[in-house]
Each structure stands twice: as structure tokens, then as C-alpha cells.
């Protein structure tokens, strides 16, 4: 994480080191979500786990940072929920590592592949049976509808 700009009591702009913890206002700031939200996230992901000093305040290590941005796109841009970001922890799976290409809503679920596939083909060698044409063409109209109401339920839509 680069260099960043803030201010001092007297509007004066201070450069704080990529190293430096930051307060939660500062960390709200940056990922332009409300304190609260922050907080809630602490108590729902135990590897968040900010310094807390005299009053309750809380400073926020630089590794602590990076993986609230990351919770934070799985939850928002991805459309992870938080019991699935939870699993995925739990799991000790890297956050980086994930490929939601693959179990993301932007992806259509790999067991339903086959319906892309041409209606005359046999069945193949990985085992998907051939399907008749017209629970094809219903099964078809069925993913349809359901990527639209996934793409009109996504955030940021509509």
C-alpha cells in the first residue's frame, strides 16, 4: 500500500508511512464503508483484529487493512455472503486465491455446462447424459430466467 494523505487537526495534509496503523475513520475513509460496518465485521471475522487502546479505540495494522479490502470485495463486487467469506477463512483458503469465476453468481454453476452443448451430441466422456431436445429447450428457458432475476437481485443494479 502506497503513501496517503491526511490531515492534521489544523487542515494541514500529512503523509502517514504504508507501514502505519490506521484509526477507523481513516480506514472507513479509505474503503467507504461506514465504522459500523467495520465493527460488525469484527465481530463476525476473528482474524480482524485491530489494536485497542485507552477509550476503545481502535488502530488498524496494515495486514488488517488489506484483508477488510479483501472482505470487502467478496462481500460487494463478488456477492459472497458473510457466511461464505467466514467458510472460506475458515478453510484458511488465501482470499486472493479464490476463483469466483467459479463460485460467484457472474458464473453459471459448472454442473449445468452441459446446456450449452449442442442437443445432438451423445453423452460425453466426463458422464453428462444426452438430454432430450424438448427438456433441453425448458431447461434453457429455466437458466435464463434465472440469470435474469440473479442480474436484477445483484448490487448495484436496477
Same mark, same amino acid.
Do not use: N
Given at each position: 500500500? &502506497?503513501?496517503? &494523505?491526511?490531515?492534521?487537526?489544523?487542515?494541514?495534509?500529512?503523509?502517514?508511512s504504508?507501514?502505519?496503523?490506521?484509526?477507523?475513520?481513516e480506514?472507513?475513509?479509505?474503503?467507504?464503508?461506514?465504522?459500523?460496518?467495520?465493527?460488525f465485521?469484527?465481530?463476525?471475522?476473528?482474524?480482524?483484529?485491530?489494536?485497542?487502546?485507552?477509550? #476503545?479505540r481502535?488502530?488498524?495494522?496494515?495486514?488488517?487493512?488489506?484483508?477488510?479490502r479483501?472482505?470487502?470485495?467478496?462481500?460487494?463486487e463478488?456477492?459472497?455472503?458473510?457466511?461464505?467469506?467466514?467458510?472460506?477463512?475458515?478453510?484458511?483458503?488465501?482470499?486472493?486465491?479464490?476463483?469466483?469465476s467459479?463460485?460467484? =453468481?457472474?458464473? =453459471?454453476?459448472?454442473?449445468?455446462?452441459f446446456?450449452?452443448?449442442?442437443?445432438?451430441?451423445?453423452?460425453?466422456? #466426463?458422464?453428462?447424459?444426452?438430454?432430450a431436445?424438448?427438456?433441453r429447450?425448458?431447461?434453457?428457458? !429455466? !437458466?435464463?430466467?434465472?440469470?435474469?432475476?440473479?442480474? &436484477?437481485l445483484?448490487?448495484?443494479? #436496477?
Amino acid at each position: 500500500m &502506497a503513501d496517503t &494523505a491526511d490531515t492534521d487537526g489544523r487542515g494541514r495534509s500529512v503523509r502517514k508511512s504504508a507501514t502505519a496503523y490506521r484509526t477507523i475513520s481513516e480506514v472507513s475513509d479509505d474503503l467507504g464503508v461506514p465504522q459500523h460496518v467495520l465493527r460488525f465485521w469484527e465481530t463476525k471475522f476473528s482474524q480482524v483484529r485491530p489494536l485497542k487502546r485507552g477509550g #476503545g479505540r481502535r488502530y488498524y495494522r496494515p495486514e488488517d487493512v488489506l484483508l477488510l479490502r479483501r472482505i470487502q470485495k467478496l462481500l460487494y463486487e463478488d456477492g459472497f455472503t458473510i457466511k461464505g467469506v467466514q467458510k472460506l477463512l475458515r478453510e484458511g483458503k488465501s482470499i486472493d486465491d479464490v476463483d469466483v469465476s467459479a463460485v460467484s =453468481p457472474g458464473a =453459471p454453476p459448472p454442473q449445468l455446462s452441459f446446456l450449452e452443448s449442442s442437443a445432438a451430441e451423445p453423452a460425453s466422456a #466426463g458422464g453428462q447424459p444426452a438430454i432430450a431436445p424438448e427438456l433441453r429447450s425448458q431447461l434453457t428457458d !429455466l !437458466l435464463a430466467e434465472l440469470r435474469a432475476l440473479r442480474d &436484477a437481485l445483484r448490487p448495484g443494479k #436496477g
